[in-house]
Every structure is written in structure tokens, then in C-alpha cells.
């Protein structure tokens, strides 16, 4: 995937996550101040920066994908004090579930609550966001560590059980529940065309072209 479309993955799920929130006033129930996208971002942001860490070894390229996509003066220094600061890749960063992921399920089973069909949710786009920057990373200094393959299959794995025991899209159909799998296998072109079908069964017309 190219960096205009990668870059367009984050916009639209953000997008969604806001509209989302118009609608249900998550933020504001929860009294937290700012947008839902930004509990996005900065969970998105933790996990690249776990990933580019792990290694003890933070590449200029690595850092540029973060400044590309997040708007974020970000070098390798800064990308490593963030990683000390918020305990990135300690054990209890893998058995954290993001906020992000449950907020998503929380939606999919008010929908559902609610008599919407669904079979991909909000929740497997989150999914799909952390696994697609994740494989970027992963792949941007054209070196493929061990320690950051087994980073990002750690997390990914933790979201995928989060799914299967909270989200009542795949507890009712376990064998659908999305497969952790490793970086390498993850398909970029899937990204745009599951947001652009969970965004107009939730929001309305998908605003960017897949």
C-alpha cells in the first residue's frame, strides 16, 4: 500500500470514529475531554512505537512513516523516550486491550443490540488499522526483525481474543473471529474496502475513492 493510501486508512477510520461518537456521545459520557479519534491515534502511535523499539535499534525510516502519517515531529530519540515513558513492551503492554478496541466492540454490540446485522464491525477495522501500520513498520527499514515479528503477532494476538470473548459479532460465530497470523501475510488491499462497507452501514456515504 502507498503512503497517500495508508495515510487514507488512519483519516477515514478517525473519520468514523468521530462520527461515531456524534452519535453516541461516548466522550462525553465517559467525561473525557477531546476526540475519540485521538484515543485512536495515540493507541495506534504507543504500538508503533513499541514495534520500532523492541529491536533496541530505531531506524530514520521508521521514525519518517510516524511523521508521515501522524503529523508528529517524531525522530528516533523522541520515538525511544516515548517508549521508556510509557513502558512500551513490557509484559503488561501485551495484556492491556486498547481503549480504542473496546470501545469498538461496544458500538458493534449496540448496533447489534439494536437489530443491525453485522458481520465485520467497527472493532475488525481497528483490527485491520494495527495490523496494516503495523506490517509498514515492520517492513520500513527493509529488515524484518524476529523481535518485531513476535511484537506485532503479541498484540495483535491479544486484540484478536479481546474480540472473540467480548464481541458479540464472533461469539456467537467463533469460527469467524479474525486470524492473528503474522505481519507478512497481512493483505493491505482488504483496508479501504472493509472501512469503506463498515462506514456506510454506520455512518452513511464512504467519502474516499478505494
Not at 66 to 80: A, G, Q, S, T
Amino acid at each position: 500500500m502507498s503512503e497517500t493510501k495508508l495515510k487514507s486508512v488512519l483519516l477515514t477510520t478517525c473519520e468514523l470514529f468521530d462520527e461515531i461518537d456524534k452519535t453516541l456521545e461516548i466522550m462525553n459520557k465517559a467525561n473525557s475531554k477531546g476526540s475519540l479519534s485521538n484515543v485512536l491515534k495515540f493507541e495506534l502511535l504507543s504500538f508503533l512505537c513499541c514495534l520500532s523499539a523492541c529491536d533496541g535499534r530505531i531506524s530514520k525510516v521508521e521514525a519518517k512513516l510516524i511523521r508521515d502519517n501522524f503529523d508528529l515531529e517524531m525522530y528516533p530519540v523522541h520515538i525511544k523516550d516515548f517508549y521508556h515513558e510509557h513502558s512500551l513492551g513490557d509484559d503488561e503492554y501485551f495484556k492491556k486491550t486498547p481503549q480504542c478496541l473496546k470501545l469498538a466492540v461496544k458500538v458493534d454490540n449496540h448496533m447489534i443490540n439494536q437489530g443491525t446485522v453485522i458481520d465485520k464491525g467497527i472493532s475488525e477495522i481497528v483490527i485491520e488499522l494495527f495490523k496494516i501500520f503495523g506490517k509498514a513498520m515492520v517492513v520500513a527499514d527493509d529488515k524484518v526483525k524476529a523481535e518485531e515479528q513476535i511484537c506485532w503477532s503479541r498484540y495483535i494476538s491479544m486484540m484478536t481474543q479481546y474480540l472473540a470473548d467480548k464481541s458479540l459479532i464472533y461469539t456467537q460465530r467463533p469460527e469467524t473471529v479474525p486470524r492473528p497470523g503474522t505481519p507478512i501475510e497481512v493483505d493491505y488491499q482488504m483496508s479501504l474496502d472493509k472501512i469503506g462497507r463498515i462506514y456506510t452501514l454506520y455512518v452513511g456515504k464512504f467519502p474516499i475513492e478505494s
